[in-house]
């Protein structure tokens, strides 16, 4: 937002007498959409779909930690026991390889814990990704459905935040809030037995 329209739009949001900032003819009200996104029934629900993926992720994770840690065991044992004095040097020899397959099999472990790590890193980052996203254009759609049909000219979000990490929005009028109103239009399907809306942020 320029300079210019924010002056302006402040002036409007402080002196207009209307429920609609009037700024050149344009008719502008705020919303808060990270209010919106969290209290909009859908997104606990997504919510507590991602909380099991993740603890999923995490049991599938201790399982092969667990197999690493008997593997680490099973080497180190196996190492303690090649070098006996009583045995013969076919004997060693043979439990040298057992060190080694075992060595290789541990470190092979140790990849498959790490590439588990990276892939389902990233599988949980994209469903994230597009649950918020999906959610998102939902509540998008329907403020630019209502807004259109009210006329509005610009609709600001209140919850956001300049470059400089201050508000986008110094000061508005409640009056000038359609939040409240694009919560009940979202949430008129909502079922009974819900999840509560989330503590998350947009």
Do not use: C, W
Request: proline residues 2%; glycine residues 4%; without cysteine.
């Amino acid at each position: 937002m320029t300079k210019i329209l924010r002056l302006t739009l402040g002036l409007a949001l402080l002196t207009g007498t209307t429920a609609l900032a009037q700024v050149g003819g344009m008719r502008i009200v705020t919303i808060d959409l990270n209010r919106v996104f969290n209290e909009y029934y859908k997104t606990p629900i997504a919510s507590a779909k991602l909380k099991d993926t993740a603890e999923q992720y995490n049991k599938d994770h201790e399982a092969l930690m667990a197999n690493y840690r008997k593997l680490v065991d099973e080497l180190n044992k196996l190492r303690e026991d090649q070098d006996k004095p009583e045995y013969t040097a076919e004997v060693r020899e043979q439990k040298k390889k057992a060190v080694n397959d075992k060595l290789a099999e541990t470190q092979k472990g140790q990849r498959d814990i790490e590439e588990f790590r990276t892939t389902h890193r990233q599988m949980l980052d994209q469903q994230t990704q597009r649950m918020r996203q999906g959610i998102l254009k939902e509540v998008r759609d329907i403020i630019q459905k209502e807004s259109r049909d009210a006329g509005y000219s610009l609709v600001f979000d209140k919850s956001g935040n300049t470059a400089n990490g201050e508000p986008a929005i110094i000061f508005s009028q409640e009056a000038l809030d359609i939040t409240e109103d694009i919560l009940k239009i979202l949430n008129k399907n909502k079922p009974v037995d819900a999840a509560k809306p989330a503590v998350d942020k947009k």
